[in-house]
């Protein structure tokens, strides 16, 4: 019996801290800002956890961030439309290697020309406890990555949302 429960409660608390920002509720869709339509979107994979979240962040009725998640919980791909045009211009993903993040990429088109300018790239190594850093810009919009770094930094992760 005390079994049963926690393997009844375990999803519920995972379920609780990937959507901590919003009122807990069993809907797929919710209305967050109380204007009777919806703006929050959740869908659910066969063994009941999220697997993508929409948002409608500026109430317009389109969907501007999508957030796609792995069967155990973890975000590995958000898009943004942070101009809400229409046009995801954020991309951020992120790979896991156990329990950890081992690799993370954005990229963004800044200027708005469905091309993008500017490109993060994070390498983890855990045994070393460095992360290197790639990062490429094309501060001209030109299509050329004429500026770039690479630098290391101590084990810090992004932040995952
Ligand atoms: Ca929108
Ligand atoms: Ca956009
Ligand atoms: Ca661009």
Redesign the pocket.
Known sequence: MKYLILILFLPIVSWANQISDIVETNKSNIDTNGDSKDDYFRSFSKKGRISEIRK?????????EISSYKDNGRLIVNKRDNN?DGYFEETHNQEFDDDLISFEKINRDENNDRKDDFILERTYFPRSNVYYEYIQKDPTFSGNFSKWSLKKYPWKPLVAN
């Open positions: 409608d962040r500026n109430f317009d009725q389109k969907i501007d809400f």
